[in-house]
Every structure is written in structure tokens, then in C-alpha cells.
């Protein structure tokens, strides 16, 4: 026993000898929320706050980074549509207590090493960005469980215009009048009311209607509109195919569930100042209806324009239907095979030669359920003359998983099998190319080429280059050549990167530390391909 | 007469040669009052005196002369009647020629005992013929001095040595600021210097066990691990003070070279089922090191000595990369690796060592 207790005294005081312990930072784990490219660099964002940039387009592989702070806890990662600049929405931090720490916030991280932060009121809020990435809105997430705060005000806002120059970065919160609940959806519209000149605006849904903020002058009185009589009852929500669609130079918008046949027409216009010299409303609304079908709901709507006047496209059931929107006259097309979703073009035909508006028809399912394999290209100049005539289907032979639009090639489509494998479908031609693949493809980029694909998980990432068989002719018939490169670690996620005279594909891998592999678009050989690892643990010691 | 004068002078002479061979054989240790006072007499008088050993002896009264330390006292019981008469020829006996006796009226053993003094006896001399008195016939009995070795080597076993690294890059491997070591050296004393001053020669070798966090150790949230095991070869030299036969304080300095192999093991991610990553590599290091402590040792008497010694100092040595950097296979892409950090050896050390001289 005397023994023991010298040999535990001993190891006592060699302990209290062995001073020091590890610093705290070094005992937490780098949390990867969002990685984005940005600029000629890869932007990691970390749980922490910090976000971390690897210059990935460089002349010589260098596994380091330059940080920068942010508010903690970011939630959402996104890159800003147009402009080079990386949006990250933060809910900062509490302390046990509910004290707020760091108040949320959504911060702007340019192209240079500085940011710009918007505060936000709570945590938790969704966002949606226009598609010119001039104005962002959070509004409340349904989703999302606020463990500190008892209270929320879920018609609470914030309508932030990224333009830095021409929209200041206060006054951005704006508690909205809501309709039978919160906002459960954001659409960002331009509409010529009273001018030739579009106005942004942001129509909010909620449970039992509308409303329409003019993000020019967020603080002035929104116009809202009660849809119940036109709604299920208990109102609308995100499964209720709720779906909106606008005619800018008419200023009119289109409004459609998935529980009714008509079609709601809102028509803006300049809002009447009041009498006491105030502005009032901005704009006035007044709302009709365009019947597309005797019983069944439209699918997928969109707009198009013809020399005699804006036309309603709606996928109905079976058939697809073209609205004269101002007179409500349906002219009405069986389709051999249905159809929810529609994507305008405008791109010559096999039997004209004459570029014109047209569109792809095609259906998704989230379930898997309803899948065809077949999709239905329209000629809409020719549809209400033409009908069925202006139509035609191109099968695939397999389900269709999803269809992928390639921003460096617009004519060119992916359309995803499900079994696997994917097809390339030229918009022009109308014809596809097949090509087999036994995984997934879950990953896609584009250069001015080739295709690149990959699947989350797998090692490999394959390209498709498309290349005229003549290549002085670009009528000539388009040939495919296919080939995989192998890499040594599975595939995270998949960017396309272009700067100065380099383009390349730069491939993450789930690793600690975070690890890319950067490949040459235009040599895609693993001898000219290079591998950084480590980089987030850069210096840390 | 004349015969008598031939036989004093082979007494004498075979006295002087015998007397130092007498005091060399004696053992180092002799528990001299065990003998009894009386044993020289009376035949150790004639075999005392045929071997003539010891001659110095007052001419007056007969008593040993308290000449110096080398002096043999003669026990007055050995004595033999008519001393007080003693020859001329054998009174003062040269002081080169006596046994050392640690002290005065210490007895002496008889001669019977050596049997060095055995051989070579000459004839006994009749008693009627010898009238010389021989105060001091026995060999001298000798307490000498304990005996004391010189030891040239040293060999060290650190049954503790410590080296307090406070870089954060060893947090990577340990969850405190202690590296516990453990090394062997050997000296040589190549100079001595007056003053006690030693000046020793010294190689070593020390090695670091694998000192390592597990993949639990809370490192990144149990995502990462690493290990890190050293060996060290060194070459130093030591100056030495020894103040006393077992205390000597000492001050060492050493030059080595350190071969620092770093395993860092990166868990699968929780979120895909891609799997751990290895890096594993190895650097060479230089350094050196300044150091002093103090060396406590047995006193020196036997040929091989044991001690331990106490030493701090600090140990200066460049910082080791800590690397992502391992042996991918052969085909594999080029990779890079990040520089997580540095280790930094440099800091001080304690050490305590057990150790054997000879």
C-alpha cells in the first residue's frame, strides 16, 4: 500500500511538473457550412465564422488560405447571381441565457479580401435572391425552431438591395402586413407600371394571399390582396402549387394553385397619392381571372409575347394550353406525354430555319412516381394555328430524372436519366446523344465545350466534349467525345473556373482539413492535375 | 666476532629489503588489536630479529621513536632483557626501511603470520651470541588509509528526463507541455585540471518514446491525431569540480542530432463515407544543449562505483515542420500538403540519472 501511494505521489507531482494545456481553438472542429467559389479563389465558410479562401486559380499550387471573419453560425452560402461577390446569411450567436452575443447578419463577401454586413433581427430567416442579384429578401422560415427567443415577429423582413452604391445598407427591416399568417414564399417581379421602365418589386405569399412591396421604396405602404374565396381552405402553403408568372411590359401578373382552373391576372398600376400629401400606395392592383381549363389546374405556366399580344402557356393535365390574355381564349393541344414544367428558348427547328420562340415541355417528380421519358418540344408562334402540328416529342428511352441547363452552353441541354446515365440534348437539332453511366450524375459543369459530370462519392468525373463533325461548318452534325479522368479521393463537389487564359475544374473532397483537386479543363490529365490538402488546418499550430 | 659482525650486518640488510616487501603484502584492512600483545615474544624475538624488520628504536630507552608517521612502535612486551643495551650498529634504522603504523603503540602482529617473513630466514642466531637487543622484532602492524580507485568512465541511465516543450505545436501530440525521455550515455575523463577539475568526454543516446494524442483527445472535435517519437544521438563534454571523493558538481555541454518521426491521422468525415488520411514522415534536427547538475557518489573504494546526478539545463534544438506530408503510391496526383505549424523543441529540461563509475 505504501508503495501505491508513493508511486501515485510521485506520478502527482510529475503531473503538476507537465504544465500547460492545449489552447481551446485547437479542440474545435472545422465545420465546412458552404463552399463557394469566389473570384479565382474557393471560399470555405465555417460554422466558426471564419471563411477561409484558397486561391485556386494561380500558376502554382499553394495549400494556403487567407481568412476572414464573419458573423458565426452561418446557415445558407450563396453566390450572388452577376456579380462576384459571395452572400452569407449568419445567425450569430447567443449565450445560454438567451443574451444575443452576435446578433444575425447577412454578410457580403466581394471579390477583394472585405466584406460588407447587413444586420438582420432574427435568426433563422430563409432567403431568396433575384435573379439579377440586385436585391435579397430573408423572411421567416417555418422550419427553423428559435430555442432562445420566446417571441418572434415572423412578418418581419428584410429587403436589402446588394447594390452598395445605389441602396443603403440600413433601414432594411420592414415589418410586412401580413395576410392569414407569415410570408411563405418571395417572387422577385419588373414590371413597367406607368413607364417604359421596369420597377423591381417583391410579391410575398402568404397563407391567404398577396402582397407586392416596391423594392425601390420598401417603406412605402405595400398593396395586399385577400385570395381567400380563390384558395383552399385553410389556405396556401409551399405544397399548394402556388406559382406566379408576370408580363413586364403589360405590368400584369399571373397567379395559379394547384386546387383551381383559374387563373388570377393582377393588374398594376401607379398607385394615387392621398389627399392629406402623402403617396399612398405606390401601386393599385386590380385582380381578374382567365379560366384555362373547365376542371384541372394548370401544371406549369409561363408568358410569352406575340405580335398580337402577350399569350398564356399553361401545361394542362394532359394537354398544353396558350391563353390570349386578354381576351381569355384557350386554344388547347393534346400532349402525348404530360408535362409540369416548361423552359423557353429561342433557337431555329430541324424544319426552320428561322430562330423563333420555343419551348420544352417536360415533367419532374421529386417521388419519382410520375417520371416520363419523353419531352414534348413546342413552336409558339405556330401553336394556336398549328396545334398538334407544332408539336413534338422526342423519346429518351428511359425516365427522365431532371433536365440541366448549362450556363456556357444554351442550346445544349443534360437531361439526367434516372436508371443512370444522361443524355445530351441539342435544343436546335432536337436530337440527343446517349451515353451510359452506372452511377448517378449528380454534378454537372460546363465550358465552352465540354461537359463535365460527376457523381457525389464517386472518384471519377467524366466530359463530354461537343465538337461539329465539321468544324468549319456549325450546322454540320454535332460529335460527342466522352472520357473520365480518375482522381485519388472521392468527389465532394464540382466547380467550373475560368481566369484569365486558365479554366479549370476544381473538385472538393470531404476531408478534414478540405481538400481539392484541380484539374485542367483544357488538358484533363491526372499528370497535369493537382491535389491541395490541408488547407483549412493551414498554420492553426 | 668478526662472524657476529657479518651476521648483524645480513640482519640488517636483509631488513631493508624485507620490510617494504613486508608492508606491501599487508591487507588494506587489519583489525590490529585482535592481536594479542604478547605473541612477538620470546621466539618472535629471534625470528622477529633473524628477519630484522624493524630496527628504528630510541637508543635510550628502547621505545619505538615517535619519528614522523613512519614510525614502528615496538610493544614494550617484546622486548627482550638487556635492550636498554642495544648495538650501536643496529640503533637508528633508516626511516626508509619502517613499516607505517597508522598510530603509536599499536601492536604488532607476530612475524609467524607472514609468510613473506617465512622464506628467506636465515640462520637463527644463538641467544649467547646475539647480544644485540632488537626492540621491534615482529613486522609492524599497519593500518592503512582506505584504499581509493580512480575511475576514468562513467556511464549515465536517465531514469528521468523531462523536456518542457511549450510550443502550441506540441499540442498536437500531447495534451500538456512534458516530454518525457529516456537516454544512456558514456564519458571518459580525457583531462585532469588542477583543482579537481575534470574534463570528461561524453556520447549518448536518448529516445523519445511515441508520445501521442488518440483520435478521442478532443483535438479539431476527435478529428485529428497525431504522434510524434524522436531518437537523439549526442556528443558533449562535461567539466567537472570534485569537491569532495563523492560530490562533485559539474557543468555539460552537448551537441546532437535528432531524428523526429511525426504520424498525423485525419478520422473519416461524418458526412460521406469517404475514410481517415495518414501523413507520416521523418526529419533530421541539430541542436544543442547547456546544462548543470551535480553528481552525488559511494566514495570511491571499490573498482566499480554507483551514483546518481541531477541536471537542468536548456536544450536548444530548431523547430520541426509539422507537415500534411506523406508516401502517396506511386501514380498517384501531386499533392501538397498544408504546414499545420511548427514544433518547437527548444525549452528546458531536467534529467536524473543513476550511474556507474569505473
Same mark, same amino acid.
Given at each position: 500500500m505504501q508503495m501505491k501511494m508513493r508511486l501515485a505521489l510521485t506520478l502527482a507531482i510529475l503531473n503538476a511538473c507537465a504544465c500547460g494545456n492545449r489552447e481551446s481553438? !485547437?479542440?474545435d472542429k472545422v465545420d465546412v457550412k458552404g463552399i463557394a467559389p469566389l473570384g479565382g479563389d474557393l471560399a470555405y465558410v465555417q460554422s466558426s465564422g471564419v471563411v477561409q479562401r484558397l486561391n485556386?486559380? /494561380?500558376?502554382n499550387p499553394q495549400p494556403k488560405t487567407t481568412k476572414i471573419s464573419i458573423t458565426?453560425?452561418?446557415r445558407i452560402v450563396i453566390r450572388r447571381p452577376g456579380v462576384e461577390e459571395l452572400l452569407v446569411v449568419s445567425d450569430g450567436r447567443s449565450d445560454q441565457? /438567451?443574451?444575443?452575443?452576435e446578433p444575425p447578419a447577412l454578410t457580403v463577401l466581394p471579390d477583394q479580401n472585405s466584406k460588407r454586413e447587413y444586420p438582420l433581427v432574427d435568426p433563422g430567416q430563409q432567403m431568396k435572391l433575384s435573379d439579377d442579384g440586385k436585391f435579397a429578401v430573408l423572411f421567416n422560415d417555418p422550419s427553423y425552431v428559435d430555442t432562445t427567443s420566446l417571441l418572434t415577429n415572423p412578418g418581419q423582413v428584410a429587403i436589402i438591395g446588394l447594390d452598395k452604391d445605389k441602396y443603403?445598407?440600413?433601414?432594411i427591416i420592414h415589418s410586412l402586413d401580413t395576410v392569414g399568417g407569415p410570408p411563405f414564399a418571395v417572387w422577385f417581379l419588373t414590371l413597367n407600371v406607368g413607364t417604359q421602365v421596369g420597377r423591381p418589386f417583391a410579391l410575398f405569399a402568404f397563407p391567404q394571399g398577396i402582397s407586392l412591396v416596391? !423594392?425601390?421604396?420598401?417603406d412605402d405602404k405595400e398593396p395586399k390582396l385577400d385570395l381567400t374565396s380563390w384558395l383552399p381552405s385553410g389556405g396556401m402553403d409551399k405544397t399548394s402549387g402556388f406559382g406566379v408568372a408576370f408580363d413586364q411590359g403589360s405590368a400584369e401578373i399571373y397567379l395559379k394553385n394547384s386546387h383551381s382552373s383559374d387563373i388570377k391576372v393582377l393588374s398594376v398600376a401607379p398607385g394615387i397619392p392621398t389627399t392629406d400629401g402623402g403617396s399612398g400606395n405606390t401601386v393599385n392592383i386590380s385582380v381578374r381571372s382567365l379560366t384555362v381549363s373547365n376542371s384541372t389546374a394548370p401544371g406549369a405556366f409561363d408568358v410569352y409575347s406575340l405580335a398580337s399580344g402577350s399569350r398564356l402557356l399553361a401545361t394542362v393535365g394532359n394537354s398544353v394550353a396558350s391563353v390570349t =390574355?386578354?381576351?381569355?381564349t384557350v386554344t388547347s393541344v393534346a400532349l402525348s406525354t404530360p408535362a409540369n414544367q416548361i423552359l423557353q428558348f429561342d433557337a431555329k427547328a430541324p424544319k426552320d430555319p428561322n430562330s423563333g420562340q420555343r419551348a420544352l415541355l417536360y415533367q419532374t417528380d421529386p417521388t419519382g /412516381?410520375? !417520371?416520363?421519358?419523353s419531352v414534348t418540344f413546342v413552336n409558339l408562334e405556330d401553336l394556336?394555328? /398549328?396545334?398538334?402540328?407544332a408539336l413534338e416529342t422526342v423519346d429518351f428511352g428511359a425516365k427522365i430524372s431532371s433536365v440541366v441547363q448549362l450556363p456556357n452552353l444554351p442550346l445544349q441541354l443534360l437531361v439526367i436519366l434516372s436508371g443512370g446515365g444522361i443524355d445530351v440534348l441539342d !435544343?436546335?437539332?432536337r436530337h440527343w446523344s446517349p451515353i451510359d453511366s452506372k452511377v448517378p450524375i449528380t454534378l454537372t459543369a460546363a465550358t465552352s465545350n465540354r461537359l463535365w459530370v460527376g457523381s457525389a462519392g464517386d472518384n471519377r468525373i467524366g466530359y463530354v466534349d461537343l465538337s @461539329?463533325?465539321?468544324? =468549319?461548318?456549325? =450546322?454540320s452534325a454535332v460529335m460527342l467525345t466522352i472520357k473520365s479522368t480518375q482522381l485519388d479521393s472521392p468527389v465532394q463537389q464540382m466547380f467550373q473556373m475560368n481566369q484569365s487564359s486558365n479554366s479549370r475544374v476544381i473538385v472538393t473532397h470531404d476531408q478534414v482539413g478540405g481538400a481539392v483537386t484541380w484539374v485542367d479543363?483544357? @488538358?484533363?490529365e491526372r499528370s497535369a492535375a493537382h491535389k491541395l490538402e490541408g488547407f483549412l488546418l493551414s498554420d492553426l499550430l | 666476532m668478526a662472524k657476529l659482525k657479518i651476521s648483524i650486518a645480513l640482519a640488517v640488510a636483509v631488513g631493508q629489503v624485507a620490510a617494504p616487501a613486508a608492508a606491501q603484502f599487508l +591487507?588494506?584492512?587489519?583489525?590490529?588489536?585482535?592481536? +594479542?600483545?604478547?605473541?612477538?615474544?620470546p621466539g618472535a624475538t629471534s625470528g622477529a630479529a633473524s628477519s630484522?624488520?624493524?630496527?628504528? &628504536?630510541?637508543? #635510550?630507552?628502547?621505545s619505538v621513536a615517535p619519528?614522523?608517521?613512519?614510525v614502528l612502535a615496538a610493544p614494550p612486551t617484546s622486548t627482550t632483557p638487556g635492550?636498554? #643495551?642495544? &648495538?650501536p650498529a643496529t640503533a637508528p634504522a633508516p626511516a626508509a626501511n619502517t613499516v607505517v603504523a597508522s598510530s603509536p603503540g599499536v601492536t604488532q602482529e +607476530?612475524?609467524?603470520?607472514?609468510p613473506s617473513m617465512v622464506s628467506n630466514q636465515p640462520e637463527p642466531l644463538q641467544p649467547n651470541l646475539? $647480544?644485540?637487543?632488537?626492540?621491534?622484532?615482529?613486522?609492524p602492524e599497519v593500518t592503512e588509509a582506505p584504499r581509493t580507485y580512480e575511475h576514468h568512465f562513467t556511464v549515465t541511465l536517465d531514469v528521468a528526463n523531462v523536456l518542457w516543450r511549450?510550443?502550441?505545436?506540441?499540442d498536437l501530440f500531447s495534451s500538456n507541455d512534458a516530454a518525457w525521455r529516456i537516454a544512456i550515455g558514456f564519458g571518459y575523463d580525457v583531462l585532469k585540471l588542477p583543482g579537481h577539475t575534470i574534463l570528461a568526454a561524453e556520447v549518448g543516446a536518448m529516445a523519445e518514446p511515441d508520445q501521442g494524442s488518440n483520435?478521442?483527445?478532443?483535438?479539431l472535435g476527435n478529428t485529428i491525431s497525431g504522434s510524434l517519437s524522436a531518437a537523439t544521438f549526442m556528443l558533449g563534454g562535461s567539466l567537472r569540480w570534485a569537491m569532495t571523493q563523492w560530490f562533485a558538481p559539474y557543468g555539460r555541454l552537448g551537441l546532437f542530432t535528432s531524428r523526429y518521426a511525426v504520424d498525423i491521422h485525419a478520422t473519416a468525415s461524418?458526412?460521406?463515407a469517404s475514410s481517415g488520411v495518414d501523413w507520416s514522415y521523418h526529419r533530421w534536427v541539430e541542436g544543442g544543449s547547456l546544462g548543470a547538475g551535480v553528481m552525488f557518489n559511494l $566514495? $570511491?573504494?571499490? +573498482?566499480v562505483n554507483v551514483g546518481v546526478l541531477v541536471e537542468g539545463g536548456y536544450w536548444l534544438q530548431q523547430s520541426v515542420d509539422i507537415q500534411l506530408e506523406g508516401s502517396p503510391p506511386?501514380?498517384?496526383?501531386s499533392t501538397l500538403g498544408a504546414r499545420l505549424g511548427s514544433l518547437g523543441n527548444s525549452g528546458p529540461y531536467l534529467r536524473f540519472a543513476g550511474l556507474l563509475r569505473f
Open positions: 481553438r !485547437l479542440l485556386v486559380m /494561380g500558376v458565426s453560425n452561418p441565457y /438567451g443574451q444575443v452575443i443603403p445598407p440600413t433601414d416596391d !423594392l425601390d421604396s420598401p =390574355t386578354d381576351s381569355d /412516381g410520375s !417520371l416520363q421519358s394556336e394555328i /398549328g396545334k398538334a402540328a !435544343l436546335e437539332k @461539329n463533325s465539321d468544324p =468549319t461548318d456549325p =450546322t479543363a483544357n @488538358n484533363p | +591487507p588494506a584492512h587489519r583489525d590490529v588489536q585482535k592481536s +594479542p600483545p604478547n605473541t612477538a615474544a630484522a624488520r624493524v630496527v628504528s &628504536s630510541d637508543p #635510550t630507552n628502547g619519528a614522523a608517521s613512519a635492550a636498554g #643495551t642495544a &648495538s +607476530p612475524a609467524t603470520a607472514q646475539l $647480544p644485540v637487543v632488537v626492540n621491534q622484532a615482529q613486522p511549450t510550443s502550441t505545436g506540441y483520435s478521442n483527445s478532443g483535438l461524418d458526412t460521406t $566514495p $570511491p573504494r571499490s +573498482p506511386a501514380g498517384s496526383i
